[in-house]
Each structure stands twice: as structure tokens, then as C-alpha cells.
DNA sequence: CCACATGTTCATTT
DNA sequence: AAAATGAACATGTG
């Protein structure tokens, strides 16, 4: 479910697990998952060392080692972080052991997870092109990396290059709360829905954390809890389902009408 | 066997 | 440059 919120989580999770211990041995599962890097350039950068902190920016998790490089990771769809024994990881990618003996597990079935290295994530973020972190940007800026765009707004929220961290899942539900259709020109938006947006994209992703990322635990007032086959508007009518961008998108059609 | 999946990137076309 | 569309990536699940 690698979203901000997941990975909001999942630096929570590396925090209280991984930090502070020396690493005893490096094994790269599957090399296919690394970027810009190899097998040999990782093993070299994290044997001996120790994790201090990490940062999270979008959906990237940026782990720093006490030689001052970050190992930087991309979950996917499917990644996720398992700290203990190796046998609870089904498909790790990464394993890294601590002196405690215990392991960490960077997971990842279907492998659409990546994994590399910086010395800097700033200049990574920038070469990326990343744009403001949906969670850190203020009203001001977010109205600002909208100015312009003519595209349809589910787009635009999912694009990482304009804001970075929602996903599909979220995206859905930040429309649905705001009651703006996703296929809304982005140009066609009020300055109250800008205002609402905005509120709601903060709120939703708060709540997704204050909820642990389990979508499916939101209160009924959510659209996540009904997105399924079927599923209904907690106000009674049958959820669309439409492609946007190529993603699957649930919407009321009474809550969110397309404005022309 | 088939359809679908929380993400990103690239090619193609408008 | 932008924006829309579709495919590709690799693999599990229903």
C-alpha cells in the first residue's frame, strides 16, 4: 500500500527497529531492484555501519548511515519493511543483518520497489524532480504548482512531479471528501475548492496514518471502507467506477459532478 | 486461463 | 511544453 501514509508508517517502523545497531552482513536478494548502484557498492557502503536516522519526502524513505550515505527506498506496490527473523519475510530483496542477529527485510513481490544510494536526497529529490511533499506544502505553494495546469485533477494529484506522495487509493478519497469530480479540469476549480482540497487532502492523509494505512478501517463516512465492487456512497447511491490515467477511480456521482 | 493490483516510466499521439 | 492514452515492467491473488 505504498502511499505517504504507508510510508509514513513504515519510517515509524524502521525508527523504532533499525537504528543504532551495526551491521553484520549485507545480502542484495535480487539486484534488479537497485538503481545506479551494485550489489558490491552497496555491501561495501552499509558492512560495519549503523542507520542514525531516516527521512521520509513522497513516497522515498531515506535511511542515513553513520558514514553519512543514504540508502534510498522506493516500495513499489507490494514493498514493505520486515524486521526479525528471515523467515517472516516471504520475497526479501535486501536482507540486512544486525549484530543483535536479528534481520532486516526490504520485501517486495513484485519487485516494483527500488533501492540506491545518495549522499545527498535533496539533489536526489531535485534529479527527480519531485514536487512539494503533500504533507510538508502550505496552502500558498499548493495553489501555486496548480497555476497553470490545464490537466484533470486526478492526474494531477497522483503526479509525483507536481505533488509527491498520493497515490491512487487516497487520491480517490481526498476528491470524494472534497466533492470534486476527478475528471474536473483543474482550471475549472473555485478558490473555495482550492480551499476545500486542500483541507481535505491534509486531513485524509492524517487520518490514513491516525488509522495505521489500513484504508479499510477509515470510519464509514470514508469512501475507502465502500471501494469495491458494489460498494456504495455511504449517502446511499452506487459508486462509479471509471479509468483515469490509466488507474482504476471510485466516485460518487452524486457527491462529486463534473463542472463544465 | 483470465482479470486485476497501492507505482513509475516511456513511447505515441494530439 | 502539456496533456491524454496505452503499454511495459514482474508477480501474486481471486
Sequence with gaps: MPELPTL???????DETSLHQT??????VSPEVLVETSSEEIKETLLGHEFIQSRRYGKYLFSQLDNGLFLIMHFGMTGFLHYGSVDGSRYPRLLIEFSTGKFLSFDDARKFGKLGLT???DEFIKEKKLGPDALEINFKNFKEIFKNKKGMIKPL???QHVLAGIGNLYADEILYQSRV???TPAHMLDKEEWEQLFKDMKRVLQKAIEYQDKPEALPESYL????????KCPEG???NIIQVGGRTTYFCPQRQKIKH
Excluded at 23 to 28: E, T
Design 181 to 183: 469530480h476527478p475528471l
Design 8 to 14: 509514513e508508517i513504515y519510517k515509524k517502523y524502521f
Design 224 to 231: 475507502l471502507p465502500h471501494r469495491h465492487q458494489g460498494g
Design 23 to 28: 551491521i553484520n552482513s549485507v545480502r542484495v
Design 237 to 239: 447511491d452506487q459508486l
Design 157 to 159: 494529484l497522483l503526479n
Design 119 to 121: 549522499r545527498h536526497p
